[in-house]
């Protein structure tokens, strides 16, 4: 008797049980399911914002905003002093001209632009710093706030900054979620398990006497466990790709309307498979601190 | 071989169900332990199948002592022995077909092979003829033999028997007798408890006796 015989011997027993009380195993699993849909859903959503967050803030920027009255001169003198500047790994010049258009192409303020009878707008620089150390970062803020040319300096990082801390706060309470809900998907299983031990007492005590050792009553419980487990994850699968399909063309339509590209994608293979292993080792689980609490080593009379 | 050694069994609550029995029961014997409800029988035979464990002295099968063996030990011992119980114990869920394969479950005997010993199990009792039917629906002798070939599938070499044929009527009773006589007759050692020992002892069986958990004879 090979020890993957024994094991395909208590899968099918598993199986045969499940498909054996088809609506009771569907309401396990749907009970399992929406117990991981939240967290799994809230994960994806909050993995679709963490990318858009990291696309923005891939290299932060300085923005240099000229004073209106500056010369040619003075802007070259600028631009040659940046670029000389071994801190500065890429120098953007942005005209004002260029500013008013760019201004002008966002929604809502075509019409203000078009009132304008002079251009408001400085020329500016962007430029991108060499180190993302915020003290190198204030170190170039320093130096060039102080230039004779520049009327104002702002660093564009830091809505990027507010949203990473939104977007791990937001991890943080999915966390929280998830482990409530896991510990909700063990306590099922592990009443499922009690039930199905109480109503097989008498099987399990002519197994015993015939010789059954405690991991042969176990096994089929532990698969048992671990297989509604995956059933219950499968189904959290289906239901969160069928929820994003329904809300991510209104996010994306919501943010669109703040001019943000959002692209809502997933769940991807690797988060399916983490939900599906997270599942089916919390059932097992469940099954197993059922077995141990229930089930008794000796035959009983 | 099976030896008692000065076996004292106190339950929960102080009361003792053997005083100091000790005996010997040789390979092949055919032994029938009379006595009267709460004389300590069935403590007797569950002893033996390690169900219980003495509160004093030492019970060994084979060798092995009952009182030492590791609980992850007890099953093995149990699959060298036949258990026939005084309520047969089948699934009633299950057909008498599946009933006499658990055993062989158990040890994990792949299905072709168990299936040829289950049939070979159930024609030696006289019950292949109703390997399809469900337990409910046998007479109170056949369900006793289903539940004796489940306790001989395994091929043991020692068969303990709880009042086989309490419940049954003289002709059923006469006929269980009688198939355990066969299998004495094959070599297998027999150690029943009975109320009725005037059964077994046309076929040479030794009778012990037990009277409020003390040895008689």
């Known amino acids: 008797m090979s020890a993957l015989y024994v094991q395909r011997m208590a899968l099918g027993q598993a199986s045969r049980r499940l498909a054996g009380k088809p609506l ?177 007492r008498h099987e399990i005590a002519v197994l015993l006497l015939l010789g059954a050792t405690r991991d042969f009553v176990r096994r089929p419980f532990l698969y048992f466990g671990a297989l509604q487990g995956l059933l219950g994850g499968l189904l959290a699968w289906g239901s969160v790709a069928a929820l994003l399909r329904l809300v991510a063309p209104r996010l994306e339509g919501l943010a669109q309307r703040y001019s943000i590209v959002l692209d809502i994608g997933g769940p991807h293979l690797p988060e399916v498979l983490v939900l599906l292993v997270t599942a089916t080792v919390l059932g097992w689980l469940g099954a197993a601190l059922s077995v141990r609490r229930h089930l008794h080593d000796g035959p009983a009379d | 071989m099976i030896r008692f050694d000065a076996v004292t069994k106190r339950y929960p609550g102080g009361q ?124 109170g002798g056949e369900q006793q033999r289903a539940a004796i070939a489940r306790a001989i599938v395994n091929r043991p070499s020692i068969l303990i028997a709880d009042e086989p044929t309490a419940h049954l009527d003289p002709a059923y009773a006469r006929e269980i007798a009688a198939l355990f006589r066969d299998f004495h007759a094959a070599g297998v050692t027999l150690i029943l408890a009975t109320h009725d020992d005037t059964l077994f002892s046309p076929y040479g069986a030794r009778r012990i006796e037990l009277a409020r958990g003390k040895l008689l004879s």
């Open chain 1, 24 to 200: 009771s195993t569907l309401l396990s699993a749907i009970v399992i399911a929406i117990a991981l849909t939240l967290p799994a859903l809230g994960y994806v959503l909050i993995d679709n914002l963490a990318g858009l967050a990291r696309g923005v803030s891939g290299q932060p920027e300085i923005s240099l905003f000229l004073k209106l009255d500056a010369t040619p001169e003075q802007t070259r003198a600028l631009e040659a002093q940046l670029r000389a500047d071994s801190r500065i790994a890429a120098l953007r010049f942005v005209p004002r001209d260029a500013a008013l258009k760019q201004l002008a192409q966002r929604g809502g303020f075509a019409e203000v632009t078009g009132l304008l009878t002079d251009n408001p707008l400085p020329d500016a620089f962007v430029i991108e710093p060499r180190s993302e150390n915020p003290e190198a970062f204030e170190a170039l803020r320093r130096d060039y706030a102080a230039a004779p040319q520049i009327a104002h300096l702002q660093l564009d990082s830091g809505w990027v900054e507010r949203l990473h801390a939104l977007i791990d706060l937001g991890r943080s309470a999915m966390l929280l979620l998830g482990g409530i809900f896991a510990a909700a998907l063990v306590i099922v299983t592990f009443n499922t398990i009690r039930l199905q031990i109480l109503t097989q």
């Open chain 2, 16 to 139: 003792e169900a053997l005083s100091g029995v000790t005996t010997e029961i040789r390979h092949g014997e055919l032994l029938v332990l009379a006595g009267h409800s709460g004389a300590g029988k069935s403590t007797l035979l569950k002893l033996i199948a390690g169900l219980e464990t003495p509160s004093s002295g030492s019970v060994s099968v084979n060798g092995q002592d009952i009182g030492r063996l590791k609980a992850t030990q007890l099953p093995y011992l149990r699959r060298s022995l036949g258990l026939v119980m005084q309520e047969h114990r089948l699934l009633l869920d299950r057909s008498v077909f599946d009933n006499v394969m658990l055993p062989l479950l158990v040890t994990g005997e792949r299905p072709q092979d168990a299936s040829k010993r289950v049939r070979a199990a159930l024609e030696r009792v006289g019950m292949l003829e109703h390997e399809r039917a469900m337990p409910v629906t046998l007479s």
